[in-house]
């Protein structure tokens, strides 16, 4: 039986890979001409935004879990007078994905429309959401949702939060106490402790948190070296690292991009500490772009050089150096901002840039045991159609997995159930929703959340697996029925 659960979690982390730190092309492309915002469905399908666009479409990974080889299917579209490029947005903890705002709205003309909607994956419909009270303009605010569930934005021309009402799909406004500049152009980034983090781009080396319980912002301390471009007003992306600390990469345009390292406090009240970390070589920075945690821990990022030039390079950031690694096809034409990753539950990182050429990187190396889901209690034996409650530890991995400077948020900090048939290998994912947490690094605390095994599931014999940021846990042996 050991041997039968090590070859099932083999096949589906390397499903459809060739080598180990390159990049392959989707088999099947997409039709539709800007693919751009690209989310983690917690049925194991990716959505995908035509950008600037009305339409959205789904990627399917085929029977062998293979996203490489997966198939298109156009969804519902939001309503006409809606297609934003830059925006808030986040799949929640019932399984929605919620969008509002958009710094353009239908065109290249910046406009910081106010309107927003709400997708339901299983009634393939989107809902139009009011903004809060009084914000004329949403913009590509900020976002994150919080371990408790709640979607929270910020005014990109004030320092007030909207926390949204996921049941009746309403606004609360909440002051921004003692934030020291503007929301706008900022990233967020969510702690194990529940805090978020965020490098002020208004002050040159201040970083702030938000203490939740108290709704107020606290100093995060100084990054030392200066992260934001002054010009440009841009940021890099910050991400939580599977050792618990934040990588946080610079955009200063006129030199090299610094990055700095943050290492949070033990009470969540102290600032914790910053320690510079590697500049990027030449003239390179990340003045708004993508990162990805990989599942052996390091960080891949897209950089490139100046402010909004092409080409881009990329590296992977191993804890202490910036290493060079393979950039796709359409690098020598984008600038670092062109690019948006998702961490795929292959372990793989969707990569997109609003072309039609979608590519998937294949990293090396394989993440800590320590970092993988535990399941603790499910039933063995499964009904198709039915719901399920399942219980255990990590269920939401230790990091949102993406990060960006502010314009896209892409966060798949929740479980993914796969089901893998042991006579045919075939992988089918059972969708996930109301999990009962949404923090990240949960560590040994007992978690849980719901999953439908789909009509499509194979009968017999098979194994259960629980994926966050692209770490599978032991296969669980199940019958379904």
């Given at each position: 039986?050991?041997?039968?659960?090590?070859?099932?979690?083999?096949?589906?982390?390397?499903?459809?890979?060739?080598?180990?730190?390159?990049?392959?092309?989707?088999?099947?492309?997409?039709?539709?001409?800007?693919?751009?915002?690209?989310?983690?469905?917690?049925?194991?399908?990716?959505?995908v935004q035509d950008s600037d666009a009305?339409?959205?479409?789904?990627?399917?990974?085929?029977?062998?879990?293979?996203?490489?080889?997966?198939?298109?299917?156009?969804?519902?579209?939001?309503?006409?007078?809606?297609?934003?490029?830059?925006?808030?947005?986040?799949?929640?903890?019932?399984?929605?994905?919620?969008?509002?705002?958009?710094?353009?709205?239908?065109?290249?003309?910046?406009?910081?429309?106010?309107?927003?909607?709400?997708?339901?994956?299983?009634?393939?419909?989107?809902?139009?959401?009011?903004?809060?009270?009084?914000?004329?303009?949403?913009?590509?605010?900020?976002?994150?949702?919080?371990?408790?569930?709640?979607?929270?934005?910020g005014d990109i021309f004030g320092t007030?939060?909207?926390?949204?009402?996921?049941?009746?799909?309403?606004?609360?406004?909440?002051?921004?106490?003692?934030?020291?500049?503007?929301?706008?152009?900022?990233?967020?980034?969510?702690?194990?402790?529940?805090?978020v983090l965020t490098v002020d781009v208004?002050?040159?080396?201040?970083?702030?948190?938000?203490?939740?319980?108290?709704?107020?912002?606290?100093?995060?301390?100084?990054?030392?070296?200066?992260?934001?471009?002054?010009?440009?007003?841009?940021?890099?992306?910050?991400?939580?690292?599977?050792?618990?600390?934040?990588?946080?990469?610079?955009?200063?345009?006129?030199?090299?991009?610094?990055?700095?390292?943050?290492?949070?406090?033990?009470?969540?009240?102290?600032?914790?500490?910053?320690?510079?970390?590697?500049?990027?070589?030449?003239?390179?920075?990340?003045?708004?772009?993508?990162?990805?945690?990989?599942?052996?821990?390091?960080?891949?990022?897209?950089?490139?050089?100046?402010?909004?030039?092409?080409?881009?390079?990329?590296?992977?950031?191993?804890?202490?150096?910036?290493?060079?690694?393979?950039?796709?096809?359409?690098?020598?034409?984008?600038?670092?901002?062109?690019?948006?990753?998702?961490?795929?539950?292959?372990?793989?990182?969707?990569?997109?840039?609003?072309?039609?050429?979608?590519?998937?990187?294949?990293?090396?190396?394989?993440?800590?045991?320590?970092?993988?889901?535990?399941?603790?209690?499910?039933?063995?034996?499964?009904?198709?159609?039915?719901?399920?409650?399942?219980?255990?530890?990590?269920?939401?991995?230790?990091?949102?997995?993406?990060?960006?400077?502010?314009?896209?948020?892409?966060?798949?900090?929740?479980?993914?159930?796969?089901?893998?048939?042991?006579?045919?290998?075939?992988?089918?994912?059972?969708?996930?929703?109301?999990?009962?947490?949404?923090?990240?690094?949960?560590?040994?605390?007992?978690?849980?959340?719901?999953?439908?095994?789909?009509?499509?599931?194979?009968?017999?014999?098979?194994?259960?697996?629980?994926?966050?940021?692209?770490?599978?846990?032991?296969?669980?042996?199940?019958?379904?029925?």
């Amino acid at each position: 039986m050991k041997k039968l659960q090590a070859m099932v979690v083999i096949t589906i982390v390397l499903a459809g890979i060739v080598h180990a730190q390159s990049w392959q092309p989707l088999k099947h492309q997409p039709t539709f001409p800007s693919p751009f915002n690209a989310f983690l469905l917690t049925d194991g399908t990716i959505m995908v935004q035509d950008s600037d666009a009305s339409d959205w479409w789904r990627l399917t990974p085929d029977l062998s879990g293979s996203y490489v080889n997966g198939t298109w299917t156009q969804l519902a579209s939001l309503p006409s007078n809606y297609g934003p490029l830059y925006y808030a947005s986040a799949v929640l903890a019932d399984g929605r994905l919620m969008i509002q705002g958009g710094e353009y709205n239908l065109s290249q003309v910046p406009v910081e429309t106010s309107l927003g909607a709400i997708y339901d994956p299983v009634k393939n419909t989107w809902t139009p959401v009011a903004p809060p009270r009084g914000w004329a303009s949403v913009g590509d605010a900020v976002s994150v949702v919080l371990p408790n569930g709640t979607f929270l934005i910020g005014d990109i021309f004030g320092t007030s939060l909207a926390a949204f009402n996921a049941t009746n799909l309403t606004w609360t406004v909440l002051p921004g106490t003692g934030k020291l500049d503007p929301n706008s152009e900022e990233g967020w980034t969510l702690l194990p402790d529940g805090t978020v983090l965020t490098v002020d781009v208004g002050n040159p080396t201040q970083a702030e948190k938000i203490d939740v319980p108290l709704r107020k912002w606290i100093s995060a301390g100084s990054t030392i070296v200066e992260l934001p471009d002054p010009n440009a007003y841009e940021i890099g992306p910050a991400i939580l690292r599977a050792d618990g600390t934040v990588f946080a990469a610079g955009a200063n345009g006129s030199g090299p991009g610094h990055t700095s390292i943050y290492t949070p406090p033990a009470n969540p009240a102290d600032p914790g500490t910053w320690t510079p970390g590697p500049d990027f070589p030449g003239n390179l920075n990340v003045a708004d772009g993508p990162a990805a945690l990989l599942p052996s821990g390091n960080v891949l990022l897209q950089a490139s050089p100046g402010i909004y030039k092409p080409p881009s390079s990329f590296f992977e950031f191993d804890g202490v150096n910036l290493n060079p690694v393979p950039a796709p096809p359409n690098a020598p034409n984008d600038p670092s901002y062109a690019g948006v990753m998702l961490v795929l539950p292959t372990g793989q990182v969707l990569w997109t840039d609003g072309s039609q050429d979608i590519e998937v990187y294949t990293p090396k190396g394989s993440p800590n045991p320590a970092w993988a889901p535990v399941v603790t209690q499910v039933s063995t034996t499964l009904t198709r159609g039915q719901s399920y409650t399942i219980s255990g530890a990590q269920f939401n991995g230790l990091s949102q997995g993406s990060a960006y400077g502010d314009d896209v948020q892409v966060a798949s900090n929740y479980p993914l159930v796969a089901i893998r048939n042991n006579t045919t290998g075939h992988i089918f994912f059972a969708r996930t929703h109301d999990h009962s947490t949404m923090g990240v690094a949960t560590k040994s605390a007992i978690v849980s959340t719901h999953f439908d095994v789909s009509s499509a599931t194979e009968t017999g014999a098979s194994m259960l697996f629980v994926i966050a940021n692209g770490i599978h846990s032991k296969g669980t042996s199940v019958t379904v029925q």
